[in-house]
């Protein structure tokens, strides 16, 4: 984690657009000049290396001081570190495209949109949901396969290819979730609903919701809008 912060720190802070560079890693924002402010989780399901299970990075693009709002966001990105290095980005232009990244050279690129839900993965300790989301994963379980590899990444681009839903919910000992909302929650939302679909918190869309400070959490919600909506009336 320590040192894929420091690489994306030395890489993004000397671009001259770039006036914040704010990472999970670091507790304070680093002021770099005027421009726009950058958040990365530098190396999201770090948990994973030691299973040789995908990685991957989160980069939320705000034209705000941070923390604000998702409503900031001009673009967002993530890669996949898996059988092949993937990176989608959604750069506000209202599409989201996959790039195929070999030898630091783009190989192939195609434009994703949300197909009919297929799959769903679920985050935190089941024994640890509310009873509403229990009862809302009862359901989905009945109609949807389960994928979830523990990155947030790997996750979410499965539901991006496939359809579906991912949540990392509010749980009972930790109502604000265990997600960071403006490294994670809120750029994954705007790549999400870029691509036709929506998010939410439990009430509104993750893109909404302003934080107090640059590390606060959040529940996740993401995936095909009628799922979203379902969510929602649940919890």
């Known amino acids: 984690d320590v040192r894929a912060d420091e690489m994306l720190h030395d890489e993004l802070t000397s671009l001259d657009c770039v006036g914040e560079y704010a990472s999970e890693e670091r507790a304070e924002i680093v002021d770099c000049g005027d421009g726009l402010s950058v958040a990365v989780d530098p190396l999201d399901g770090s948990s994973n290396l030691v299973t040789n299970n995908p990685v991957g990075v989160i980069v939320g693009v705000y034209d705000a001081p941070l923390p604000c709002a998702g409503t900031n966001l001009v673009g967002a990105a993530y890669d996949v570190f898996g059988p092949l290095t993937t990176l989608v980005v959604a750069d506000g232009d209202g599409s989201v495209t996959e790039y195929v990244v070999k030898d630091g050279e783009i190989q192939d690129a195609r434009d994703l949109t949300l197909p009919e839900p297929t799959v769903y993965g679920f985050g935190g300790g089941v024994e640890d ?96 809008e009628p799922l979203i909506e379902r969510l929602e009336e649940s919890v």
């Open 129 to 224: 949901w509310t009873d509403g989301f229990a009862d809302f994963a009862e359901e989905v379980e009945r109609e949807l396969k389960l994928r979830y590899g523990g990155a947030m990444v790997g996750d979410i681009n499965q539901v991006m290819h496939k359809g579906g839903m991912f949540a990392y919910p509010a749980l009972e000992d930790r109502p604000e979730g265990k997600l960071r909302l403006v490294f994670e929650g809120a750029p994954m939302a705007y790549i999400v609903e870029s691509a036709g679909g929506a998010s939410s918190d439990g009430e509104k869309s993750l893109l909404e919701k302003e934080p107090d400070g640059v590390h606060d959490r959040t529940p996740v919600h993401v995936g095909n």
